[in-house]
C-alpha cells in the first residue's frame, strides 16, 4: 500500500493476508478502539466476508449473509480523507454485492458522525432505526439501509 502522496490512480483490490499490517495500521489510526490484526485476519480468511482495499490508505470490510451484506468497518487515513477514496471504496463494494445477488447493505453508524452520514446518504442509505446511548459516550447508533438492486434500488454510483 503506498502513501497518499505515491497515489497513482486508487486502485481497489480484495484484500488478502499480505494486507494485514497495513489493514490494522489504517484500524490503529482511524478508531479510538481498533481491531485487532487477529481479527481482521478471521474476516480475512472467514467465508461471506468481503475486505477491500485500495491504494491510497483505506479498506471497507463487508460481511454476506444469503441476499444481505452489512458495512462492518469503512476507514480511510486521516491524511487520505476528504478526497473521495471512502466512497470509491464502498460504491465498488456496493456494486460487488450487487452482482452476487445481495438484494440489500445494511450499516451502523454514529449519529454524531456527520461526515460519514453524509457519504452513507449519497450512497443511497436511509436511516432504518435507531439504538439510543449505544456508543461508550452514550451516542445513538443509526441504523442504515440500501437496496442494490430491485423497484427501490436506483442506480449504483
Known sequence: MTSPADRSGDRIREADRRDLDALAAIE???FDRPWSRSSL???IDGP???VLVDDVGGYALLQIA???AELLRLAVIPGARGRGSGKRLLADALRRLSRVDVRTCHLEVGSSNIAALALYR???FRETGRRKGYYPDDGDALLMTSELWGPDS???P
Open 122 to 124: 449519497r450512497l443511497g
Open 28 to 30: 490503529r489510526q482511524s
Open 66 to 68: 444469503g441476499d444481505e
Open 48 to 50: 461471506g466476508s468481503l
Open 41 to 43: 485476519a478471521a474476516r
Open 154 to 156: 436506483g442506480d449504483l
